[in-house]
């Protein structure tokens, strides 16, 4: 916790030999303020022009523009408004569950994603110099788990906005490598598998 009320998460790692490293967090939020209430009238905004799509099994095998899809949330969207779309990337997750390629350019500095309860006013901004934030709407929970004052956590109750870098098959790398390297992505997919790096430091923070 910061002086300014934020949450403030810094993941390093060194290693000495070539390994998987993509370090995050998985905090989930209902902003409405009333444990149990779903998220669906909460907006959330994500500063992205090109997400991720996946495949039935929800493995990334490319980067497609947000244009024209439910996925634009460049300027804020109510959450309800177009999760049971049948957009296809939508209906693989059963909602929401995608990573979008951020426009901040690695710029912890710059806005990368804000969600915003119109009920209590509540707000959390997120900053990152990570490539990539994963929104989620809950969509595989059960309610077998609770959170607060033993709300069950299903799907629809709780937001998970975080930041990494991106996932990929190594099919997904052998196909797209000359789009990837021509965009300067290389290593936002290459780190995860190959670690080309010794040291590995990623920042996300979460303003409230």
Not at 11 to 28: I, W
Not at 138 to 155: L, S, W
Not at 183 to 203: A, G, M, N, P, Q
Request: glycine share 8%.
């Amino acid at each position: 916790m910061t002086d300014d009320n934020a949450v403030g998460i810094k993941y390093e790692a060194t290693t000495d030999k070539k390994t998987v490293v993509n370090l995050t967090n998985h905090s989930y939020f209902n902003l409405s303020g009333v444990p149990g209430s779903d998220v669906l009238d909460q907006l959330v905004m994500i500063n992205a022009d090109n997400y991720t799509p996946v495949d039935s099994t929800l493995i990334p095998v490319g980067i497609s523009p947000v244009d024209g899809t439910p996925l634009d949330l460049r300027t804020p969207v109510a959450i309800g408004k177009q999760i049971n779309d049948p957009f296809q990337q939508l209906q693989f997750g059963r909602g929401y569950d995608l990573n979008w390629v951020l426009n901040t350019n690695g710029d912890k500095n710059v806005l990368a994603a804000k969600a915003y309860s119109p009920t209590s006013g509540i707000a959390l901004e997120v900053y990152t110099n990570e490539p990539g934030i994963q929104f989620y709407t809950g969509n595989f929970m059960d309610g077998k788990d609770t959170g607060k004052q033993k709300a069950q956590n299903n799907a629809d109750l709780l937001i998970k906005i975080v930041s990494a870098l991106f996932c990929a098959s190594s099919a997904f790398l052998t196909t797209n490598w000359n789009y990837l390297l021509h965009r300067k992505l290389i290593d936002t997919f290459t780190e995860v598998l190959f670690s080309r790096i010794k040291h590995y430091t990623r920042e996300i923070r979460m303003v409230g």
